[in-house]
């Protein structure tokens, strides 16, 4: 059983649509983070959150939010979804502590927009 | 400033030859982590560096910190065609963010 979910796995949405993303984790980390990963640029931060009341921007929040709405679920959400948000998306987890804990990837969520 | 260059960004080998990737970065690391992520899928954590100079080795990976914590290596001793995939370097800042590097993408040629 994985410990961290991603649904849906794929998703082909148009323009101007409102997308959300899950994420859940049976780990019990208190902290969550949504990354995107384009080809040759690696994985960029969108949004983080280290407990339920705590949700900071990542390098790339622009045109996303995210709701926390428990300790296992962190969501992603695309407003009104544009062709270049076109990405897979990773939600990841890791456990209080030392800043630097490894993080524990969800299996993706390849999102296109026509 | 912040970031961590990696290089190369692909590197083709044959299998039993050995292969390097290197990160580097203009600002002193406090610890670099090293991700592997094989095609199709995510990112999985390998191992983390933070003292100077450190060198770990697991199986036929050698991970390394540089002296003055401003890079890294991995080294893979003849690699197999299990060893397929993109390899991420990683920083993480002191507020728990991960920045990782470009990647490099080794393709093993059986």
């Known amino acids: 059983d994985a410990d961290v979910t991603q649904t849906p796995r794929n998703r082909i949405t148009k323009t101007g649509k409102r997308i959300m993303l899950e994420c859940s984790q049976t780990k019990g980390h208190d902290r969550m983070y949504w990354y995107r990963q384009d080809p040759g640029l690696g994985l960029r931060l969108i949004y983080y959150?280290?407990?339920?009341?705590?949700?900071n921007k990542g390098e790339i929040s622009d045109g996303y939010s995210v709701s926390r709405q428990a300790q296992a679920k962190f969501s992603l959400s695309l407003e009104s979804a544009i062709p270049n948000q076109t990405a897979l998306y990773f939600c990841?987890?890791?456990?209080?502590?030392?800043?630097?804990?490894?993080?524990?990837f969800g299996p993706g969520t390849r999102l296109t927009v026509l | 400033g912040q970031q961590v260059m990696q290089i190369p960004q692909y590197q083709h080998v044959q299998e039993g030859e050995d292969f390097t990737t290197y990160c580097n970065s203009s600002?002193?690391?406090?610890?670099i982590q090293w991700y592997k992520q094989r095609p199709g899928g995510h990112p999985v954590f390998l191992i983390q560096?933070?003292?100077?100079?450190e060198v770990k080795k697991q199986k036929r990976l050698t991970f390394q910190f540089g002296e003055a914590k401003k890079n890294s290596s991995l080294h893979i001793t003849a690699t197999q065609t299990t060893d397929v995939g993109t390899y991420f370097c990683?920083?993480?800042?002191?507020?728990?963010?991960?920045?990782f590097g470009q990647g490099t993408t080794l393709q093993v040629k059986p």
């Open positions: 600002t002193t690391l406090s610890n």
């Open positions: 959150s280290f407990d339920v009341k705590d949700i």
């Open positions: 990683v920083r993480a800042s002191n507020t728990g963010k991960l920045i």
């Open positions: 990841a987890t890791s456990s209080t502590g030392a800043a630097w804990n490894e993080q524990f």
């Open positions: 560096l933070v003292k100077s100079g």
